[in-house]
């Protein structure tokens, strides 16, 4: 599904109703006498599902003038960095460990969104290669465990590619389980729980050729799942197990409609930046957006025809 589909799904969910112009000033005042108010008020305002806080120059929030017109607009792929992206190495990989893997998987078109029996290509949150992409490495690898961080439509494919391969299961920390996720019979561990409970030792059982699949809340904050992740769990991985991070549109900015229209505010993507600069215990091997940009013939070879090129999976490797 492209992008734009997807954030009409979203947008249609959120359903929002804008005030008017005369509401506004009676929200702005609430708003402040709320804040004044402090922690009691503001949870007052969690627990319904709202959070409010001022503008100003340490928002965390970017502003309007920031997602139009900042920096990152104005440079073509602000976030390329040549020494993250080996480029002759990840062609070689998609032609050679993935491609030969491709013609297997055939999804139907369309599906039951509430209750999937079984991968579409036409899903509302799970891009095109880089479901793709997951099958072909599922069965490259033939990994034992997939430890999965947010389950959903790739959950279905990891079982697919699972029972083709005839071995392997998964892992699965979702804290808000869809029923159909209940049903895999791959699954043989489900934590119900936020992944930063969940104790550092499991982690380190992923041996070489496993696969932690990270689909997180995409935000850094104080005491967030990505922290705890990318500061906290992948320096204890063993060598040779394999990181998928989604929804990471590197080395380009993350949507500005995402921004304004959804208030998605993902971080995710710039700790994971950091992270791979200058930094020779991981190393790139897959990147959806960065193969659509700079691979794009083989990538289409790649889908053969089966549906588009978008996708926002970067996968890496612990060296």
Not at 44 to 69: C, T
Not at 72 to 83: A, K, N
Not at 148 to 156: F, N, R, V
Not at 232 to 252: A, G, N, R, T, Y
Request: charged share 25%; net charge negative; hydrophobic share 35%.
């Amino acid at each position: 599904m492209n992008l734009k589909k997807i954030c009409k799904t979203i947008k249609k969910r959120l359903n929002p109703e804008p005030p008017g112009p005369s509401s506004l000033d009676a929200l702005s005042r609430l708003a402040e006498l709320y804040i004044a108010k402090g922690r009691d008020k503001l949870l007052e305002l969690e627990n319904r599902g709202l959070q409010m806080m001022r503008f100003n120059y340490y928002s965390p929030i970017p502003s309007v003038a920031d997602i139009e017109n900042g920096w990152e607009t104005r440079i073509p792929h602000p976030f390329f960095e040549p020494e993250i992206y080996h480029g002759d190495k990840m062609k070689d990989f998609l032609e050679t460990a993935l491609m030969p893997y491709s013609k297997e998987f055939s999804p139907r078109k369309d599906g039951d969104e509430n209750d999937p029996n079984g991968f579409y290509w036409n899903n509302p949150s799970f891009g095109h290669c880089d479901a793709m992409a997951l099958y072909c490495f599922i069965r490259h690898l033939k990994p034992k465990r997939i430890l999965e961080i947010g389950g959903g439509y790739s959950t279905l494919i990891m079982d697919e590619a699972i029972r083709v391969n005839g071995m392997g299961e998964i892992w699965e920390v979702e804290p808000y389980p869809r029923p159909f996720l209940k049903r895999l019979t791959s699954i043989t561990r489900f934590y119900e729980q936020p992944v930063q409970d969940l104790p550092l030792a499991l982690f380190t059982e992923l041996e070489p050729n496993d696969i932690l699949f990270i689909d997180s809340t995409h935000t850094v904050k104080t005491s967030s799942d990505c922290t705890f992740l990318y500061l906290k769990v992948l320096k204890h991985l063993q060598k040779e197990v394999l990181i998928q991070s989604h929804d990471i549109f590197l080395p380009d900015p993350m949507p500005k409609n995402w921004n304004t229209d959804f208030q998605f505010y993902w971080t995710e993507q710039y700790l994971l930046q950091a992270l791979l600069i200058d930094n020779n215990r991981f190393e790139v091997v897959y990147s959806s957006r960065y193969h659509c940009l700079y691979n794009k013939e083989i990538l289409d070879k790649f889908m053969d025809q089966k549906a588009t090129t978008i996708g926002v999976s970067l996968w890496y490797k612990r060296v």
